[in-house]
């Protein structure tokens, strides 16, 4: 099981981004899916989840200008972040509750690698 992150770049404060997080491997089903960020010497902090029925959550500093989204088809999950501000430049991770085909069918946490976004002033 796999989830990969994309979408990550660098751009003028005020502009935006699309990240996007895909889940492969054998996969039974996946549960709730989240993007957290971590930026250079703090803490990895929680950006926004979104439940398996579309119930979202944001970080007080994100909300109104980013929207978290997924397609269960395509088990995949965006981020679309707009109005950007210098102070959202971190690696963005993305996280998901997976139960894995065969065996106890129990779920397990699971992080995508991490992409870089760089938001110039």
């Known amino acids: 099981v796999q989830l990969q992150a994309s979408g990550g770049g660098l751009v003028q404060a005020g502009g935006s981004l699309r990240l996007s997080c895909a889940a492969s491997g054998n996969i039974f089903d996946v549960y709730g899916m989240g993007w957290y960020r971590q930026a250079a010497g703090e803490e990895r902090e929680l950006v926004a989840t979104?439940?398996?029925?579309?119930?979202?959550n944001y970080a007080d500093s994100v909300k109104g200008r980013f929207t978290i989204s997924r397609d269960n088809a395509k088990m995949t999950m965006y981020l679309q972040m707009d109005s950007l501000k210098p102070e959202d430049s971190a690696v963005y991770y993305c996280?998901?509750?997976?139960?894995?085909?065969?065996?106890?069918?129990?779920?397990?946490?699971?992080w995508g690698q991490g992409t870089q976004v760089t938001v110039s002033s």
């Open positions: 996280n998901a509750g997976i139960v894995v085909g065969g065996g106890k069918l129990r779920e397990t946490s699971f």
């Open positions: 979104i439940s398996r029925f579309g119930s979202t």
